[in-house]
């Protein structure tokens, strides 16, 4: 097997166009993130937020779909891991952690999304939001790492995950949204810039866009939970799980099938 050592002496050393239009485009983002905090009053749960459109319990079990439409988490968490214990392409040792962290978080997920709609309330919804941050956060490091730098990925790992994590705590002692909101979608914003702006270090990137594809779709079923009611069995809301589920495989996939922008024929 090629050595991560061996893969980063021979890569094609790859960073954002000259012009740094990509790391300028993100500072913006991040500043418009910044201020729309500051000024946007602060925002509560929404107590109908709990009241699902399928609400039926079979088999003792309530709310039986919205429970139920989480197990593809755990598939995917089990594909991921059988993906990279392949040994997919990486630069270096920090991506194949942050990817496991992906993998851990999808697991994370399907209990904790199941917890909170076997009883959801806004106690339980603490446990579906939280592994939600780190698996946002991961990707995002990740990304700024094959975009812009692998260094700067790497350093921003672990403060974006506590940020993730801090945005939680924050609603649940403030009552608060805003932060989480922030963290949950800068990085719906940031990812398509860095993939315009930036050049890849890997070839086969599709999947990322894919996972984006159908995560906007699963936010759009989440939204209109009670309206596709009419078109979907239980409405939005587990078809959202369901999307969002596909979104990570996509991205799994999509790193199964990568390579490197050049060939690597030293082997360790």
Request: glycine share 8%.
């Amino acid at each position: 097997m090629t050595s991560e050592v061996g893969i980063r002496a021979l890569a094609r050393p790859r960073t954002c166009a000259p012009n740094k239009t990509g790391p300028a485009a993100l500072l913006v983002l991040l500043a418009i993130t910044l201020c729309g905090l500051l000024w946007v009053p602060p925002v509560h749960q929404d107590p109908a937020y709990h009241l699902f459109t399928d609400q039926r319990g079979w088999f003792g079990i309530p709310n039986l779909w919205n429970v139920l439409s989480n197990l593809p988490f755990l598939a995917v968490a089990a594909a991921g891991a059988w993906i990279l214990l392949r040994g997919p392409v990486f630069l270096v040792g920090w991506e194949r952690a942050a990817h496991w962290l992906v993998t851990l978080g999808a697991a994370a997920v399907a209990l904790g999304s199941g917890y909170y709609h076997w009883a959801p309330d806004s106690t339980t919804l603490f446990w579906d939001r939280l592994p939600m941050t780190v698996v946002f956060m991961s990707l995002l490091a990740i990304t700024l790492g094959e975009r812009i730098s692998l260094r700067v990925g790497g350093l921003l790992l672990l403060p974006l995950i506590a940020l993730g994590v801090f945005s939680v705590l924050s609603w649940r002692l403030t009552g608060d949204l805003r932060l989480y909101g922030a963290v949950q979608f800068f990085p719906i914003l940031a990812l398509p810039l860095l993939l315009i702006l930036c050049p890849a270090r890997y070839i086969g990137q599709r999947g990322t866009w894919w996972m984006i594809a159908l995560y906007i779709l699963a936010k759009i079923l989440e939204l209109n939970d009670g309206a596709l009611a009419a078109y979907l069995p239980g409405g939005g809301h587990p078809w959202k799980h369901l999307a969002a589920a596909l979104a990570l495989l996509a991205y799994f996939v999509g790193v199964a099938q990568r390579r490197l922008d050049e060939p690597v024929t030293q082997s360790a």
